[in-house]
């Protein structure tokens, strides 16, 4: 095991996102990467965690966030784009939310999970179609126990 794990979960998170045909189609990524305009994307980054004092067995307790940010662009103007785009951007934070209920332990690496938060991030418009993009996020915070070097 790595000596936190913040240096695991994010290969971790993006092989489940990819895994779930609900993000069929859908860029998943785990840093900040140019991706064709039109697609929607997630991203799974700012992974932290506070350790704890060695605790029996050698393990580490860590309490942690990370944040899963949805993107997406759609066509046309005014609120009706605007309502689209804030509505596919509300599917795919779903679809993560029901990837972690469904691995709550992120594929053994923590002991738990839940989405804390639910963060509208920004809004724009796009000239070449016309257009509006949307981003949120979700806060995801967890408890694991780490046994550093083992």
Do not use: W
Request: proline content about 4%.
């Amino acid at each position: 095991m790595a000596y936190s794990v913040v240096f695991t979960l994010p290969s971790v998170i993006r092989q489940l996102l990819q895994d779930s045909s609900d993000l069929a189609g859908v860029e998943i990524l785990t840093g900040p990467r140019q991706i064709a305009g039109g697609k929607p994307s997630l991203a799974a980054q700012n992974f932290r965690a506070t350790a704890s004092r060695p605790i029996t067995g050698g393990y580490r307790r860590e309490a942690g966030t990370f944040m899963v940010y949805a993107h997406v662009e759609v066509s046309g103007a005014g609120e009706d784009a605007i309502d689209a785009a804030r509505e596919d951007a509300d599917g795919l934070l779903e679809a993560v939310s029901d990837v972690l209920d469904a691995d709550y332990t992120i594929d053994g690496n923590v002991l738990h999970c839940d989405v804390t938060e639910v963060v509208e991030d920004d809004q724009g418009v796009t000239d070449a179609p016309a257009g509006h993009t949307f981003t949120a996020h979700v806060t995801v915070s967890f408890t694991a126990d780490v046994r550093p070097g083992a």
